[in-house]
């Protein structure tokens, strides 16, 4: 199974064209169409607070730290 996110521009034609990698196989397959109109987000104010710098600029560390880690920056052991 293969899957393609794309975002297209739908003209009056109601027509788009796609063209699949070449890594697809020919032969008869299924394909899905899902629909998702694209809404226009508001556009935010210059930050203003430090929690805004640190939500624009915060990572997902997930699984990737410890408490080796935490004390290698902190030099606090937890």
């Not at 935010?44 to 004390?71: C, I, Y």
């Amino acid at each position: 199974m293969y899957t393609m996110r794309i975002v297209a521009e739908v003209g009056a034609d109601r027509q788009v064209i796609l063209t699949l990698p070449p890594e697809v196989p020919t032969g008869k397959t299924e394909i899905e169409v899902n629909i998702t109109p694209q809404i226009e987000q508001k556009k935010k104010l210059p930050r203003t607070s430090w929690a805004d710098w640190a939500e624009d600029n915060a990572e997902h560390w997930g699984n990737r730290l410890d408490s080796r880690d935490v004390e290698g920056f902190t030099g606090r052991r937890f």
